[in-house]
């Protein structure tokens, strides 16, 4: 009995694939501001999954858009990321603002 390809060459998750190594580099260094290089990494790691598992659920129409939504679901995530550490690590301006009275009294 032999291996038959469930999708055939035109596996879905085969474009996802391409689009992922053709474009870490350049998502990895235009974000590298935003967190720190692990962190981009996991990022880009869980958007390429979901976009796995999107793209055998519903195939993209073409490359392009592959690539389109690549882009935004990796910008979603290191933009959610972002704004949880900035929550967790950096003080409200409110909780600035009383330390600051607090301190000079």
């Not at 996802?16 to 880009?44: G, K, W």
């Not at 979901?50 to 490359?63: G, K, Q, T, V």
């Not at 967790?88 to 607090?102: E, F, K, L, M, Q």
Request: glycine content about 0%; aromatic content about 10%; proline content about 5%.
């Amino acid at each position: 009995m032999s291996f038959v390809p469930r999708y055939g060459p035109n596996d879905p998750a085969d474009v996802v694939a391409r689009v992922s190594a053709s474009r870490r580099e350049v998502l990895l260094r235009v974000h590298r501001r935003r967190l720190r290089f692990e962190d981009l990494e996991d990022c880009y790691s869980q958007a390429t999954l979901e976009l796995l598992i999107r793209s055998r659920r519903s195939p993209f129409a073409d490359e392009q858009h592959a690539v389109n939504a690549h882009a935004w679901w990796y910008v979603d995530e290191v933009l959610a990321l972002a704004q949880r550490y900035r929550e967790a690590y950096i003080a409200t301006p409110r909780a600035v603002h009383v330390i600051s009275r607090s301190s000079t009294q």
